[in-house]
């Protein structure tokens, strides 16, 4: 592969992949959750995002408070162990201050989406709904008759993004990206979108990469831009790096309920800061440390290599 | 065999909850566990009755030897030391749904006689009273899991109403409703553990039956706090309270902060 350089800024990213009204996938589940990203959209103000991601979290309350999206795809609508999402609740349940359109599947369903987007299927089947109210609620879960016979059966249709957004531990310069630890729905994610924006902890040599091809989820070929932006999943974590700060979770709720609590939340850590590295500094090197991991490295593997040298044909 | 000397917490309490729901899993292999009561209830019977059992969670982790107590299903500690941890592809289409799981946990807002499961919506469809969190993964484990255990931290005619608000995990008898041929492989909800009773459904296409009555409760207190006229077991008896072994493993090597044990 020719070595072009996908590294940018996030600011410049966003800017140059993210558009009002467009359709946006933020994935990871609970972990490596694209917090800064979803933050910098903030920030550029991007209105009528139709927002997709299987367990919206307070990243969802977040880019709904701030008015960035007016739908939300998902399939869980609470933000883990730590309760209710208010924000994303008040607009469903009274329409306040705007009403929210909801676009509801289970967690199978959305992968099956992102699956059949990554692969370009019409659709993809599976053995859930049926006997399900689910379906009555979303017209988008249909029953289609087997071919060879079988049972009818349920399916969903692909979603293909116009962005796919996701966070990781590292990349190269060319994009290619490494993750360990929960993988969601990533992988698909990003081949079901038409263009892909990734932040990572840190950059690498392709070296390091190439050490250990396996670790790679989304290779360069499915990447646009790479942004390199530590600590970019907090609250959530990445593994091996900083732990989920799951005090800042409990604390939402309380924020979640208030509307104006949550917009003063807005000001303070996402408008006033201008971008990952101030909002770090902000939450202080004290609360930063306190999420500290240990270290528990895997034992490395050999993926050894052709024992005579092989000539090279020039 | 002498009986360990039992425990006096009280039936509504998390631990009696916890200790009930542990053991449920005596003898089983794989269990797809949840947040909350199901973490504890997990832990406790592989301290106790069941050390070989699979811990299995969504978040794609299998065979979990977590170090510390998991603070929702995709916390590290359950990624550290696992046997694997696969994509949510491989881990619903493989795992789940291609049969591997006998035992998922549930939670619910309401559960209804044949074990259906609304965790979506309160009140009207198009103006809910209460948006609860949805399908998650339910929906789908309702249908592959072996048997589901659901864990009801209330027990009176609104958690257990005669007619659900929203169906969001249907049991058998509602696929069968729907389509004969589409009838799952799993039995749906095999057992309840409420504050008051456990209720089993022993037949795929049957009812909830009161199987077992907590300590201080009688039949008909527990029928009268249920939305429909259910029926008792032929064998209804007294649950078995929590040891004091169960309840010193919860509170002192399990759950030290009281994350979940309130």
Partial sequence: MAETSKVTDLASAVAAHVADGMVIAMEGFGHLIPFAAAHEIIRQGRRELTLCRMTPDLLADQ?????????LVASFF???????????????????????????YSHYGMVCRYQAGAARLPFFPLRSYAGSDLPKLNAQIRKVGDPYGGPDIYVVPALRPDVTVVHAQRADRCGNVQMWGILGAQ??????????????????DAEVIRSDPNRTVIPGHAVTAVAHCPGGAHPSYSQGYYDRDNAFYREWTPISRDRAAVLAWLSQWVYEVPDRQAYLERLGEQRWTGLRVADRPSQPVNYGRRASPVLEHS | MTTPPPSAVAPSSTEFLAAVAARQLAGKTRVFAGVGLPTLAVDLARRTINPGLELVYESGVCGAHPEALAEGIADSVLVSGAEAVISMHALFGYVLQGGHIDVGFLGAAQVDRWGSLNTSIIGDWDKP???????????????????CIVVLRRHDPGALPQRLDFCTSPSPVRVRDEDVRMVPPGHGVSTVITPMAVLRRPEKFGELLISEVHPGLTVQEVKAATGWDIRVAPDVCETARPTQEDVRLLREEIDTVRLYLR
């Fill in chain 2, 129 to 147: 009273s209460v948006r609860l969190p949805g399908a998650g993964g339910a929906t789908e484990i309702m249908p592959n899991a072996g048997e």
């Fill in chain 1, 187 to 204: 992988q698909e994610a990003a081949y079901a979108a038409r263009t892909v924006i990734v932040t990572v902890e840190e950059i690498v």
């Fill in chain 1, 63 to 71: 880019l709904i408070a701030a008015g960035c999206a007016r739908r």
């Fill in chain 1, 78 to 104: 609470a933000s883990g162990s730590a309760g209710s999402l208010h924000e994303v609740r008040r607009r469903i349940e009274r329409a306040d201050p705007r009403p929210l359109e909801v676009e509801e």
